[in-house]
């Protein structure tokens, strides 16, 4: 899910935003505790934020309770490594903007590791899911290739590497490209005939057509090479949270929890 920075006036919402975050059974906040006395070593408290929908990799279930890949991850790596946090779920663009403004130390939501990103002030773990972008159709359209969707009505998810690729591929196309605020609304717009194709991460979308949640279907060979998710902070003082979750990260996949983590969404 790759996306850029939209305007630092958001920063300004996210304030009142967060003082009405609370605990997992507030619906909208997922709150995640080391076991006691592991965390009593470090004594270490984090508030991180989070997007709202973005499955599997965040999500709210059928039982009210804040779920996900990068839900599940976060927790097994605080437990290993002896911290406690807050995860704010906040949307894409306010959680980068809590984090600019100091409202949260981090985030965790699909944020995929770019050259741009970097250069623009993003702080990355250790890569920790490799995800490429794809072009998903109406489930009965005709489209067999790219090459079909020469000129078509394309819906993205504003500052993601979906959105990149599909700016990537414009010209050559010949795409009119309308920006959406999250996925949902995108992939509407392409069931409701608004658009022709949207553009996603290829975990994304196949966790939401396996999951029978949208009739789309994806483009055979629409895939880019994709880049790694990895958590994110804004500022360098911020570095002790990435260590740590670089190291639990490590110690999980070693263990073998990663793998148990990915396989419960993924299969």
């Known amino acids: 899910m790759n996306r850029y920075f939209k305007s630092f006036v958001a920063a300004a919402l996210v304030c009142s935003t967060l003082a009405g975050c609370g605990s997992s059974s507030g619906g909208s906040t997922a709150e995640k505790t080391a076991s006691s006395s592991t965390a009593a070593a470090s004594g270490k408290h984090f508030v991180i934020a989070t997007d709202t929908v973005f499955k599997p990799f965040e999500y709210t279930d059928a039982d009210g309770n804040f779920v996900g890949i990068d839900v599940d991850l976060l927790a097994a790596i605080a437990k290993d490594q002896g911290f406690t946090y807050d995860l704010n779920s906040l949307g894409w663009d306010s959680a980068i903007a809590a984090c600019q403004a100091g409202q949260a130390d981090g985030m965790i939501a699909g944020a995929s590791i770019t050259d741009e990103r970097k250069q623009n002030g993003w702080i990355f773990s250790d890569g920790y899911y490799t995800a490429t972008q794809c072009v998903a159709v109406a489930a009965d359209s005709d489209v067999k290739s790219l090459d079909d969707l020469q000129g078509a009505n394309v819906a993205v998810k504003t500052g993601t590497a979906g959105a990149d690729y599909a700016n990537s ?30 553009f996603e991460d290829t975990p994304i979308m196949s966790y939401t057509i396996k999951q029978g949640e949208q009739d789309l279907k994806i483009v055979d060979g629409s895939e880019n090479e994709g880049n790694d998710y990895g958590m994110a902070v804004f500022d360098s003082s911020e570095q002790e949270l990435l260590d740590l979750f670089n190291a639990g990260l490590k110690d999980i996949k070693a263990s073998g929890e990663y793998d148990k983590i990915i396989a419960k969404y993924l299969g």
């Open 169 to 198: 591929l414009k010209d050559k196309y010949n795409f009119n490209i309308t920006t959406y605020e999250d996925s949902p609304t995108m992939y509407q717009a392409v069931t409701g005939g608004q658009a022709d194709c949207c």
